[in-house]
């Protein structure tokens, strides 16, 4: 059984905080377990997005794994199309998942901070200029998980990145 009590209710009186979810657009590749729908799936993602809405979660922060998986990256393009569909009740923001960087870690002379760059340039190019694009003050914001396993020049990357985007770690040397 899973609940559909609005989480908004679990908070104290006239709080204003926005309610998110860690989206996983993983469902559907033959790697990963069978659940019964693709996660890149327009009509899935729209429930998906209509149930969130009912439980009072105002937006998704998108484990991604990069532009040359498929399956995730269709995924996170399909919840962009549907966020812009809720005039501005929806947002998303993209998450890089050290899952990004394998193949680059993995291949020698790769230069994991220009893998970075490449990356967060396409976020930018791709999603962060769409309307329902999270941002905190007008600065797109990115999320990133695990990337603490490497050693990045962040100010390198910073300042190779186009849009002035804020960059928000996660794990306890974010």
């Known amino acids: ?81 549907e966020a812009e569909a809720r005039g501005g009740r929806f947002v998303f923001a993209i998450m890089e998942d050290v899952g990004a960087l394998k193949s680059c870690a993995a291949t020698p002379g790769c230069d994991l901070n220009q893998q970075v760059i490449s990356d967060l340039s396409y976020v930018y190019n791709t999603f962060a200029g769409s309307t329902a694009y999270m941002r905190l003050a007008g600065r797109p914001v990115i999320f990133f998980f695990g990337l603490e396993r490497y050693t990045l020049n962040w100010s390198a990357i910073e300042a190779g990145v186009p849009g002035n985007p804020l960059f928000i770690f996660q794990n306890a040397s974010g």
């Open 1 to 81: 059984n899973v609940s559909k009590v609005d989480t908004r209710s679990l908070l104290y009186p006239g709080a204003t905080t926005r309610i998110y979810a860690h989206f996983m657009p993983w469902f559907g590749s033959t790697s990963h377990i069978g659940v019964g729908y693709r996660s890149d799936d327009p009509v899935q993602v729209r429930r998906q997005v209509d149930d969130m809405l009912s439980r009072g979660i105002e937006g998704v922060i998108i484990d991604w794994y990069g532009p040359n998986r498929p399956l995730e990256n269709d995924s996170s393009k399909a919840v962009m199309r």
